[in-house]
């Protein structure tokens, strides 16, 4: 198995191309737009995928379900753009209303037969207690399901819904993975920390210069001070090829 597996390892691999699967407008710029960002700098193709548009999520009167919804696309579209991805899926479904249905599955299945995906980032299905001050939002958790079903094993199956297109196989999984008992790998994201708190202040309905100051915190965190990171739990479902894994760039904390 691909060295990136021990614990702790950092890694420079580089996806040909990727997908990330979110609940919400703004979970990729929280949790892992320093690494999207560092993969597209270097060559890799991205895709988003965004469950919901966050069409609950403003307390502002001024707005409806419609016009929130709409407004956050485009603040979605903006740093997707900033990351180096252009490409952003919406299925719109109901913020705060997600469950790991059939029908999810299948909306994942299909986009990852479109995309062909060598990478996909998911979201955990597993993280309910986050320390001991937040309880992992619901959506968050029916997406990381329901993308783990969707991969493992429905998407690479030709007889499978053949009618959602030609069987793809996920040659890895990387579950975003903050806490340290969880992750296997580390992401330094030094030269895209500052893309990284750019991307997250295009939710400007969102989120205001101290969540953008906390997240560059997180990133050092990950890195255990010795550099800012994101950190993932890598799922090998294909070994991956020796000549792709750089030994060198492999080193323990
Ligand atoms: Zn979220």
Aim: aromatic share 8%.
């Amino acid at each position: 198995m691909a060295d990136d597996n021990k614990p702790n390892q950092k890694t420079e691999f580089i996806p040909k191309r990727f997908m990330v699967i979110s609940a919400h407008p703004d979970d990729n710029e929280f949790g892992v737009a320093g690494t999207v960002a560092k993969w597209t700098k270097h060559g890799s193709v991205g895709v988003y995928v965004l469950t919901t548009s966050g069409n609950g999520g403003t307390h502002d009167p001024a707005f409806t379900r419609e016009t929130i919804g709409a407004h956050r696309e485009e603040e979605s579209l903006a740093a997707a753009k900033l990351c180096g991805v252009e490409i952003v899926e919406f299925l719109r479904y109901h913020d705060g209303e997600v469950m790991p249905t059939l029908e999810l599955r299948k909306d994942y299945v299909r986009l990852i037969r479109k995309h062909k995906p060598e990478v996909v980032i998911a979201m955990d299905p597993t993280r309910l207690f986050i320390g001991t001050e937040y309880i992992n939002h619901p959506d968050h958790r029916a997406v990381g399901w329901a993308t783990m079903d969707a991969i493992a094993p429905v998407a690479s199956m030709p007889l499978m819904y053949p009618e959602l297109g030609e069987a793809h196989k996920v040659r890895e999984v990387w579950v975003s993975a903050w806490e340290e008992s969880l992750a296997t790998t580390w992401v330094d994201i030094t030269e895209t920390l500052q893309q990284k708190k750019d991307a997250l202040r295009c939710h400007k309905s969102q989120v205001g210069d101290d969540t953008v100051n906390e997240i560059e915190g997180w990133a050092w965190h990950a890195g255990k001070g010795l550099a800012p990171a994101e950190t993932f739990r890598i799922m090998f479902l294909e070994k991956r090829e020796a000549a792709v894994v750089k030994p060198a760039d492999a080193q323990s904390f």
